[in-house]
């Protein structure tokens, strides 16, 4: 081979090599360069696992000498005391202050007695004929809690007082005899318009009463015994013909069945001691 031809060859080949080792010692700096930068990243976070481990430790495991039963001496550990209430709801129970059907005794008109009824009975001397206690005395009781609630309300009578008039059926001391055992205790009946017959006691308010003077049916099926057994009425305030309406409740309302052959209707009259 020519020498002019040989001697640029092996420059060439001379020159490849020479990179090729350059190129091998770079990637080998490279290289460990890399792993350096490996094992000190993974150092970093191993150090930095070590460390959260120690603190989340620290934090589970580490004993409060102010927990437990001496809890309240030590407020300065560090806790938030955190105070939790329970939710109350206040009911509000509906209490009633007055009664539904308040009691009274109210005069409000007069009339004489008359002398004789429309089928010519007498009023006065069927009076003058029994005594108080032909129909009962004070067997009456208080009226209860369940009274001041009250149930259902009848009128009885054939007139009102114009300055107290209440809607209703206005029904007769006969209706109220055939009706009075299906009532309840507590119902309240209401007599707007008894007539004073006369007065069967000196003591305390007794009073033989007609619901109507001039009834078809004369004294049969009309007459009613008020008494008065709370002391609140006094006998100067009643003369005979007076006229009065008042509020009964059942259980203080019997029948007696025969006073001198006469049904007649008793009541009890009492108040609220509230």
């Not at 696992?49 to 934090?59: G, M, N, V, Y």
């Not at 206040?90 to 109210?106: A, C, D, F, L, R």
């Amino acid at each position: 081979m020519n020498k002019k031809v040989v001697i640029p060859i092996a420059v060439v080949v001379s020159l490849i090599v020479i990179m090729f080792i350059i190129r091998s010692i770079n990637m080998s700096k490279k290289k460990e360069q890399a792993e350096v930068d490996t094992s000190t990243s993974t150092t970093a976070v191993e150090a930095n696992t070590e460390t959260t481990t120690e603190k989340a430790s620290e934090t589970t495991t580490e004993y409060k000498p102010g927990m437990g039963l001496a809890g309240d001496k030590n407020k300065d550990d560090g806790r938030v005391e955190i105070i939790t209430t329970e939710a109350t709801t206040e009911v509000q129970h509906y209490v009633q202050e007055n009664p539904t059907y308040p009691v009274s005794v109210q005069i409000f008109d007069h009339t004489g007695v008359p002398e004789r009824n429309m089928d010519g009975s007498s009023c006065k001397s069927y009076f003058n004929a029994t005594k108080l206690s032909d129909y009962g005395t004070y067997w009456g009781g208080d009226l209860t809690d369940s009274d001041f609630v009250g149930g259902n309300k009848y009128l009885v009578g054939v007139d009102q007082n114009k300055d107290d008039i209440e809607i209703g059926d206005l029904q007769s001391v006969g209706w109220l005899i055939d009706n009075l055992p299906k009532m309840n205790a507590n119902d309240a009946i209401k007599f707007t318009n008894l007539h004073v017959i006369g007065s069967l006691s000196d003591s305390h308010v007794a009073l033989l009463c007609s619901y109507d003077w001039y009834s078809a049916f004369g004294m049969d099926d009309t007459l009613v015994m008020f008494e008065d057994i709370s002391g609140t009425l006094k006998t100067s305030s009643f003369s005979d013909g007076d006229i009065f309406s008042t509020t009964i409740y059942k259980h203080n309302i019997k029948v007696v069945d025969n006073v001198n052959g006469k049904r007649v209707v008793c009541v009890q009259y009492n108040v609220f001691n509230r």
